[in-house]
């Protein structure tokens, strides 16, 4: 008895040993080991409670703490309190819209790519960035694994294996609807917007680029027209590289041969049964010569249709090969569709009556005649040239551009319901050709990798890229996101390059390394949650440390955030949302940004302070020196901009309450600090500032001009 009682005990220490080890952070822990090698790195102190929870609030949220939530954490004694903190705010809605937006950004959404999307879609570039965020976000707030929502970008199509009458209908929603409801998009598997983008879509090149520098960290562009000077990288792995995305094709999808053999069947059919039956007609009722006559001009035009489809789909006769290129409905097609609709009438016509020439034997007269002196062959010969337009259209949707436009409606609306693709004006979509119809001949090859086997049909060589990418020992795709990761919390990355030369690396370089290898190997272990990531990072001692430089050498460390916490820049969003919070007010940003009742992480990139301020942007492949500075546009913007004044004014503000509330200008301006920085104003600050209200300005006033140099200074404007 005793002994089993010891083995127990003994068991529930080691899970405790357990439980504490696994507390441990493991950048604390690689950290506090680089200390003890370079003791010129002394630890650095702890901030505040109030300035913590105003930096990861800010960082996660997107917002800053309100006085209520400043007066509660400080006022918590719980020795856990961070982790409680940490835990609230990712599951808060304001963090996945924050990490939303992100990501979305990170991912390469741009109102200026999207409008060549938004133009065939019949809706606004703004409309499809908010859906792409809308999309990110969902993805974001149920902690998708990253490696998930890479392979979502990276094998996206537009149907998603779906049928084509389901991608009309959601094309037709768009289409019609007065507003854009963003959520529709949110609910697809794959973001197709991605290879919607202009470039993407008429540049290989930039595919295999954009992709190598988003997920990969690798910077391709030097390689496309000679050998990386620094980077290991040739112009043939560009090129093979590259090969990879050839298949990606933005156009028709076109008809496979037993979709078109189905409608050649149908189409031959239905006019050789309509001749039977005017056969029976004529033998019924052969005593009418009238109707005799005029039936064997019927079944002449009959006949004559029935031949021009065979001759345009004679190439898809089982056993016999030849080219679709010289079939008459290509020919007539072609030739009509560049000239204007009247012409096309006065080109085409000719064609088509020659071709329709027939000659017969008028029993009742007895003697023969031209059928094609009549006027009413005129309008036979039309009715033909329409239809050889669209035999020309099915044989060759999504291989060519034409549009023959005569009977685009009638096409698309029967296209629509046989269920089938191949229509002239059918939506263009995101597909991989089949490997009959790629005209590449370089060998695909993934980065410093195997080159891919022979492509048969139906492959998708991105697959085999995002298989790749997720084998442990490609470091390419984990290391990228601790890295950009990284960056937004600490304002650079660890590493400026993931093909860093290790031989040549100095001391504080290969430590960088080497915590980016932890952090990625910590980041696959926990099935690619970047929350967890973002839980290591925030809950670490770095994280925690005072933003005032522990030592005068600190601003030329080559390891600054050992030292302290580096101050960085708040984006356009962030900056409006802490205005909101201070100034107890919401900002409408008209709803040609955002829709109505959005909050700044809801907004469209194009709004105004996006683009000035600075927007919550991700380099896609960071380089050293070129780090985010706040620009002097930037910063004049929020002093001359009349939208931050009419929020400071507004009647229903914090900013005249207070004063109403407290007559003491001391007591207000107190007020300000706790509410715009997080902590408590020093005597001499609140002595100077009371000491410059003049004589005749009211206290609301002289609290208005105090809050609008407190938004412009540098201690709100900057996580510290």
Request: glycine share 4%.
């Amino acid at each position: 008895m005793n002994g089993t009682l010891q083995v127990v005990c003994a068991g529930l220490i080691l899970l405790q040993g357990l439980a504490r080890a696994s507390d441990v952070n493991p950048i604390d822990v690689a950290v506090d080991s680089f200390r003890r090698e370079h003791p010129e790195f002394p630890q650095p102190s702890r901030c505040s409670d109030g300035i913590f929870l105003r930096r990861v609030s800010l960082d996660l949220s997107g917002y800053p703490p309100t006085p209520e939530e400043l007066a509660a954490f400080e006022a918590d004694t719980a020795p856990d309190k961070d982790e409680q903190l940490i835990r609230r705010l990712l599951q808060s809605d304001r963090y996945s819209w924050k990490w939303g937006r992100w990501l979305t950004l990170q991912t390469g959404a741009d109102e200026q790519e999207l409008s060549y999307a938004a133009a065939e879609m019949h809706c606004r570039p703004q409309d499809l960035f908010l859906a792409w965020m809308q999309w990110a976000r969902i993805r974001i707030s149920r902690d998708e694994s990253y490696e998930k929502i890479v392979e979502s970008f990276l094998i996206a199509t537009s149907r998603e294996g779906r049928r084509q009458s389901a991608l009309y209908s959601e094309l037709d929603a768009v289409a019609n609807a007065d507003d854009l409801d963003i959520e529709f998009y949110g609910k697809r598997q794959t973001n197709d917007l991605f290879w919607r983008r202009y470039s993407a879509i008429y540049d290989p090149e930039f595919r295999a680029e954009d992709v190598a520098n988003r997920f990969m960290g690798v910077n391709l562009t030097c390689a496309r027209c000679h050998d990386h000077p620094t980077a290991p990288l040739t112009m043939n792995d560009h090129q093979q590289f590259t090969a990879i995305f050839e298949p990606v094709t933005y156009s028709e999808l076109p008809l496979t041969p037993s979709e078109k053999r189905w409608i050649l069947a149908g189409v031959a059919a239905l006019p050789m049964g309509l001749c039977a039956v005017l056969f029976g007609l004529v033998w019924r009722y052969r005593e009418s010569k009238i109707l005799r006559n005029r039936t064997y001009r019927v079944i002449a035009v009959l006949v004559g249709c029935t031949l021009f489809v065979l001759l345009s789909y004679i190439h898809l006769i089982p056993g016999l090969r030849m080219s679709p290129g010289t079939s008459p409905g290509r020919f007539l097609a072609t030739k009509c569709d560049s000239l204007g609709h009247w012409q096309w009438f006065l080109a085409a016509t000719p064609l088509v009556m020659l071709f329709c020439m027939v000659r017969t034997r008028r029993h009742f007269a007895g003697r023969s005649s031209v059928l094609i002196d009549q006027p009413r062959w005129l309008l036979a010969a039309i009715l033909l040239c329409t239809f050889a337009d669209w035999v020309f259209v099915l044989q060759h949707s999504g291989d060519v551009q034409t549009r023959t436009g005569l009977v685009q409606s009638l096409q698309l609306n029967v296209m629509r319901w046989l269920g089938i693709g191949g229509c002239g004006q059918q939506p263009r979509e995101i597909f991989v050709r089949s490997a009959a119809a790629q005209k590449s001949e370089v060998t695909p090859k993934l980065l410093h990798g195997p080159a891919l086997d022979p492509l048969k049909d139906g492959d998708d060589p991105r697959l085999a890229l995002m298989q790749w990418l997720q084998n442990p020992e490609v470091p390419y795709l984990a290391e990228h996101l601790v890295n950009t990761i990284w960056e937004e919390y600490f304002g650079a990355p660890l590493t400026f390059g993931i093909q860093e030369n290790e031989e040549i690396l100095t001391a504080d370089r290969l430590f960088r390394r080497k915590l980016l290898k932890l952090l990625a190997e910590e980041l696959r272990t926990h099935h690619w949650s970047i929350r967890h990531l973002q839980t290591v990072i925030t809950t670490s001692s770095l994280y925690r440390a005072d933003s005032r430089m522990a030592s005068s050498t600190a601003d030329s460390s080559p390891l600054p955030w050992l030292h302290a916490f580096p101050k960085r820049r708040l984006s356009a969003e962030q900056y409006l949302a802490a205005v909101e919070v201070a100034t107890e007010t919401s900002i409408d940003f008209g709803t040609n940004y955002a829709p109505t009742g959005a909050s700044p992480f809801e907004v469209a990139s194009c709004y105004p302070w996006s683009s000035t301020f600075g927007a919550s942007t991700m380099r896609a492949f960071p380089q050293e020196g070129t780090l985010a500075a706040f620009t002097t546009e930037a910063a004049m913007f929020g002093l001359v901009d009349s939208g931050l004044k009419d929020q400071i004014r507004n009647p229903n503000s914090w900013v005249l309450r207070v004063c109403q509330d407290d007559p003491d200008i001391r007591s207000c301006i107190a007020t300000a600090y706790s509410r715009f920085f997080c902590r408590n104003a020093q005597p001499e600050e609140l002595d100077r500032l009371t000491a410059l209200q003049p004589d005749r300005l009211t206290n609301d006033r002289f609290m208005q001009d105090i809050v609008w140099a407190m938004c412009n200074s540098a201690e709100f404007q900057y996580i510290h």
